[in-house]
Nanobody, 124 residues
Framework: VQLVESGGTSVQAGGSLRLSCAVS????????MAWFRQAPGKEREGVAA????????YYADSLKGRFTVSRDSAKNSAYLELNNLEPEDTATYYC???????????????????WGQGTQVTVS
């Protein structure tokens, strides 16, 4: 399974972006697709996740309302829409996929087997 992110770019504060994560290779139903981000000098943190089977979504509390995660099963893709961006959102954004045993574990990096290479988002 390979994950390829795209859509990262430089944007002004208040702007919006849509990140995409294309999944190739064998896919498994009931996967969680998640987005993490890592800002310079900070630890990687979970941003949002979606359960591909039933579409249930999960968000970091601080980001809920500005970010929206979605998936398109027909295209084997997941998306993260970022709105009202702030300079503090500057980070490398990673897509991850895996089977999450418990829903409230969605922010645990070690449950995700597959990772993309990351896409840079810069907000100024």
């Amino acid at each position: 399974v390979q994950l390829v992110e795209s859509g990262g770019t430089s944007v002004q504060a208040g702007g919006s972006l849509r990140l995409s994560c294309a999944v190739s290779g064998n896919t498994v139903s009931e996967l969680y697709m998640a987005w993490f981000r890592q800002a310079p000098g900070k630890e990687r943190e979970g941003v949002a996740a979606i359960q591909t089977g039933d579409g249930t979504t999960y968000y970091a509390d601080s980001l809920k309302g500005r970010f929206t995660v979605s998936r398109d099963s027909a295209k084997n893709s997941a998306y993260l829409e970022l709105n009202n961006l702030e300079p503090e959102d500057t980070a490398t954004y990673y897509c991850a996929a895996g089977i999450v045993p418990k829903a409230n574990w969605w922010r645990r990096e070690n449950v995700y087997k597959y990772w993309g290479q990351g896409t840079q988002v810069t907000v100024s």
